[in-house]
């Protein structure tokens, strides 16, 4: 990673080179994830500014980052090299031996400025790998600050003799379930912590305080009060005399990267391109919001498809239920004999599809069918005859044909007295008069004696 960022100033990765374009969340949030797999160091704040800009990095035009840190932090360089830093250091890191390693000592010489959520990647790698995390003069190395800085929340309040009281407890109770999960002899990884942070967080509960965090790493209990042990001889050792303006200065942000940012508390690699990825590498996403409109509408949309899918399965249910055909009945009353009078009578031509025919001896059915192609033919009372609209079929007041293509007379339904008085007619057998054949139109059942 050093000679990656030795490169140009800094590590472009997949960046496009300048000049280039201005840049969306979306490519800037794929970019940091990206560099978090490879070890990469992170794109900083103002980094991703000049790239939602369209405008050159720091290291890119020369400025800025491309600068190495031995020159901006005069203080930083004799740590790795001389042992009297580490005798005139802080109380803090004297206590802690913080002090820099070789690689720290080799990426500091580099010249190149951290950023936070880089050294909290950096810090997550060697979380996974089983490496010694970064110490405070470290992390103060690698981001330009001064030594002294490093020391300034644990060093003695004004009044000497009472140090502050949140200095002084940083740690807290160990509650019950901690217990019991200590007592379970399981070592527990950084990774698991933060997902645990991250569920307390998500359910409402109070937060690991650290003596749970380190009673769960297996670290001694001496570990956790290890920053905040010297603290109590700081105050019965003289003051060192420093300027006013590093008295009022805030806590350095190498005491607050390693616990904060979205960096450290997500557990694993957010997938490239998702809200979650660009909020890993410190990218605002904006999502919908979680309105009342918005409730209503995804159940809008829900709704819908609860809906489509039950009609769906209402017809493909549908399917293999047996289907039903009703037809009108063949056989049926039509009246008494008496009710007829001498010709042909239509009234039953749209619900039954026959004729009553009346002869001076004779009451017969005729079925209203053309024998050519199975037309309806019309009565036509003015010419007394039938005629077919499909084809002009003609057949007389009988139902004899005498014109067109119809090959043979229509054909007669059943008919018989009911034991009620009524005729009564039956479709399903017809009387026919084939071609070249003996008519059927004289048998019993074919006609009723008037």
């Not at 820099?100 to 790698?125: C, F, N, Y």
């Not at 009060?225 to 420093?242: D, E, G, K, N, Y």
């Not at 990218?283 to 498809?305: D, K, Y």
Request: hydrophobic share 40%; glycine share 8%.
């Amino acid at each position: 990673m050093a000679d990656e960022s030795a490169k140009a100033g800094g590590v472009l990765g997949h960046l496009p080179p300048w000049p280039r374009q201005a840049l969306n969340n979306s490519v800037i949030g794929m970019e940091q994830a990206y560099r978090q797999r490879k070890g990469l160091p992170l794109l900083s704040d103002a980094d991703i500014e000049a790239l939602k800009a369209g405008q050159p990095m720091a290291w890119e035009s020369g400025d800025g980052g491309s600068a190495p840190v031995a020159s901006s932090a005069p203080p930083v360089a004799p740590v790795a090299a001389s042992p009297a830093v580490s005798t005139t250091a802080s109380p803090t890191a004297a206590a802690g031996n913080d002090s820099l390693s070789e690689d720290v000592a080799k990426w500091v010489a580099a010249g190149r400025k951290w950023s936070k959520s880089t050294i909290a990647a950096e810090q997550a790698r060697r979380g996974r790998k089983g490496l010694p995390t970064l110490n405070n003069v470290e992390i103060a190395a690698l981001l330009g600050e001064p030594v002294e800085s490093v020391a300034a929340p644990t060093a003695p309040a004004p009044t000497a003799a009472a140090p502050a009281p949140a200095a002084a407890t940083p740690s807290g109770p160990i509650s019950a379930e901690i217990a019991k999960w200590v007592a379970e002899g399981r070592k527990w990884s950084k990774s698991t912590i933060a997902a645990e942070q991250a569920r307390r967080g998500r359910k409402g509960l109070p937060t690991l305080n650290d003596a749970e965090i380190a009673a769960l790493l297996g670290e001694p209990a001496a570990a956790a009060a290890a920053p905040t042990a010297a603290v109590p001889a700081a105050a019965t050792a003289p003051a060192a005399p420093r300027p006013a303006a590093a008295k009022a200065a805030p806590p350095s942000a190498a005491a607050s990267v390693a616990r904060t940012g979205e960096s450290t508390s997500y557990v694993g690699t957010p997938a490239v391109g998702t809200s979650r990825a660009a909020a890993a590498g410190g990218v605002a996403s904006i999502g919908p919001e979680n309105s009342e409109v918005n409730q209503q509408r995804r159940r809008l949309v829900w709704s819908a498809v609860a809906a489509f899918l039950v009609a769906w399965f209402l017809a493909f249910f549908r399917f293999f239920l047996p289907r039903t055909l009703f037809e009108p009945a063949t056989s049926f009353k039509i009246g008494y004999p008496e009710e007829y009078g001498l010709g042909v009578d239509t009234k039953f031509q749209q619900r039954y599809r026959i004729w009553v025919d009346r002869t001076p001896d004779r009451i017969f059915v005729i079925y209203a069918r053309c024998t050519h192609l199975g037309c309806t033919p019309d009565w036509k009372p003015s010419e007394n005859k039938f005629k077919c609209p499909c084809h002009g079929s003609g057949y007389d007041s009988e139902g004899i044909n005498f014109e067109g293509p119809a090959p043979r007379p229509m054909d007669r339904a059943k008919v018989e007295i009911a034991p009620d008085g009524q005729i009564l007619v039956d479709v399903s057998k017809l009387y026919q008069w084939p071609k070249g054949q003996p008519t059927q139109f004289n048998e019993d059942g074919a006609f009723l004696r008037a």
